[in-house]
């Protein structure tokens, strides 16, 4: 007990800023800071807030909207990223004598506005035509061919040919539709690669329960991140965030954090049951854990919930006294 006591002693809490031109560090030691970081296992970025105290005007001014955010927080001798994202708004108000900058931040980017446009869509499909031009200048030929008349006589006759036109075949392009065409008998696993590379999108693993082929081929139009969704959710996997990069990989799976939940370790209460959207589960709390994030595997010890469970959703917060993760395992 006096280990684990002496591992969960001194709060850390460190939040960098980086917008290209300044990158700063705020630390719970200097600030007094508060933050709640959502995760989950959807798609769908999840955005943390941090409230910074007492920032001066000039600090306040560097943190921008797009700039690089990461969220660090856990004990003297073990602490570790929450998450990482960019920042989506800054508000500063007053309460009493305290100024407050509450940061909002999105987890990893955010791809759903981006769309197939020329750039990476199908080149123009080429065909051909013949066109006829008139030449400036005719063209004239004089042949002449030796004749035999009925006389037995053998004659030369002279005659002319002028060509006033002159057929070309041309090469053509129709207009660009903007699609992304793969062939058919493509695989998905061909298809993510390349829509992710496309949005620029550094995978932190991918790994298809099934890596399904599209017999007649598959197209995408509009909204790419769409089109990556429907092909991962066609090879039985899911697409989510863990600690602001994405993963493409079955539900089911997770991330051994050789980590076991008990009293000694954190644990508060007993977990309590839960059951929903055909899953079953247990909700937990324990003191602030940054192994614990989406799809962590874990172990517990408790009265109620014992064994190996894996993180599907929760939140880590400190409000200025409960320094907190709450999730629930299935």
Do not use: W
Not at 2 to 11: D, E, I, P, V, Y
Not at 227 to 242: I, S
């Amino acid at each position: 007990m006096a280990t684990a006591n002496k591992l969960l002693f001194g709060r850390i809490i460190k939040v960098t800023i980086d917008n290209g031109h300044y990158k700063g560090t705020f630390d719970y030691k200097d600030l007094e800071i508060h933050f709640e970081v959502p995760f989950d296992d959807d798609s769908k970025p999840n955005e943390s807030k941090v409230t910074i105290f007492n920032l001066s005007t000039s600090t306040i001014n560097k943190i921008r909207k797009g700039s690089s955010m990461t969220i660090q927080a856990g004990y003297k001798d073990d602490y570790g990223v929450l998450a990482i994202g960019k920042v989506t708004k800054v508000l500063t108000s007053r309460d009493g004598v305290n100024k407050l900058t509450v940061i909002h931040m999105k987890e990893g980017d955010d791809y759903s506005h981006i769309k197939v446009t020329a750039d990476v869509a199908d080149s123009p499909e080429k065909y051909y035509v013949n066109k006829r031009y008139k030449l400036k200048k005719p063209i004239k030929t004089t042949t002449q061919k030796k004749v035999k008349l009925k006389s037995g006589k053998i004659v030369t006759r002279t005659s002319t040919k002028t060509i006033n036109y002159k057929t070309v075949r041309e090469a053509k392009y129709r207009k660009q539709s903007m699609k992304i065409t793969f062939k058919k008998n493509t695989s998905a696993q061909v298809i993510i690669k390349k829509l992710t590379r496309i949005l620029d999108i550094k995978l932190a693993q991918l790994s298809l329960p099934r890596n399904k082929i599209y017999k007649s081929g598959y197209t995408v139009t509009g909204s790419i991140e769409k089109k990556l969704e429907e092909v991962v959710k066609d090879c039985g996997a899911a697409l989510y965030y863990r600690r602001g990069r994405m993963v493409i990989r079955s539900i089911t799976s997770g991330d051994d954090e050789r980590f076991t939940l008990q009293e000694s370790t954190g644990l508060i209460d007993s977990p309590a049951p839960f059951e929903d959207e055909n899953l079953k589960g247990y909700t937990v709390k324990c003191l602030l854990q940054h192994r614990i994030t989406t799809a962590s595997i874990i172990e517990v010890k408790s009265k109620t919930a014992k064994g190996k469970y894996r993180a599907k959703r929760g939140k880590h917060y400190f409000d200025g006294n409960d320094f907190m993760t709450e999730t629930d395992v299935i």
